[in-house]
């Protein structure tokens, strides 16, 4: 597998769900982990106990702001700045759902899960794009969905910022390949993690039959596509997007 010894990897919502597993495999993977989120300190607080067993060597830093925020995402590297001499690798992984069918979407909740899986995502990637810039390397990779691509009813707002976040991407990508930094996405599909658990039960059967691969996918399975992504293997990959849905 991928190996990150010496290598800064910041992970956004990286305490929780996808984001949990994705911190996992690169501390397991040697890199220096940098893990944020918005609101749970509980889960935050849990994660890094556990990790700090699980990885007793291992670097991990957990960092609390919301990355809807611009000035708490330039506060964030500065502090990045202060105590780190570089990073490699960013993931915009942050996200959230707020579902409704459209006819009844409030305006709040339509624009909220923009500001967090969309304008989120610019503004950690124009920062970490300055920094990658200086040393003429970076990766990053937009967790993004299927839904993007394919669509899903009562998920306008949802889909509608993860099809931006792979626009994003491609368009970033060609302002910046020729300094040596990627940006790709990934697209998983239904993945077994509290985003999907939450969904009434006849709407999570109806979801697995329509995967022809009649199951959720797993993180870890998530994970082995991220580390791909990020890895110096695949310095020729960018402004692409690699689906992990069970062929939906």
């Not at 290598?7 to 890199?31: M, V, Y």
């Not at 909220?112 to 989120?120: F, H, M, Q």
């Not at 009562?154 to 930094?181: D, F, M, R």
Request: proline share 2%; hydrophobic share 40%; with cysteine.
């Amino acid at each position: 597998m991928f190996k990150f010894q010496n290598q800064r990897i910041i992970i956004t919502g990286g305490t929780r769900g996808i984001g949990r597993g994705l911190s996992e495999a690169f501390l397991e993977a040697g890199g220096e982990v940098i893990a944020t989120y918005t609101s749970n300190d509980e889960a935050a607080e849990k994660f890094k106990w556990e990790m700090e067993n699980k990885f007793p060597k291992s670097h991990l830093a957990i960092r609390k702001f919301d990355v809807s925020r611009n000035d708490e995402v330039e506060s964030f590297f500065s502090w990045i700045d202060e105590n780190y001499s570089s990073i490699e690798v960013l993931i915009n992984n942050s996200g959230i759902r707020k579902d409704n069918v459209g006819a009844l979407m409030s305006e709040e909740d339509w624009k909220r899960v923009l500001e967090i899986n969309l304008d989120g995502t610019f503004y950690m990637s124009k920062q970490a794009i300055l920094r990658f810039m200086r040393k003429r390397y970076g990766r990053i990779i937009n967790l993004s969905s299927v839904g993007g691509k394919i669509g899903l009813p009562g998920q306008a707002n949802y889909t509608a910022s993860k099809a931006a976040q792979i626009a994003l991407a491609k368009s970033l990508s060609k302002e910046v390949a020729k300094k040596g930094i990627t940006i790709n996405s990934i697209c998983p599909g239904f993945i077994e993690t509290e985003l999907i658990s939450d969904l009434p039960e006849d709407q999570i059967s109806a979801y697995k039959k329509q995967v022809p691969l009649k199951r959720f996918g797993t993180v870890d399975e998530v994970a082995h596509g991220v580390l791909f992504l990020a890895s110096r293997e695949a310095s020729y990959i960018t402004g692409t997007s690699l689906d992990i849905s069970g062929g939906l």
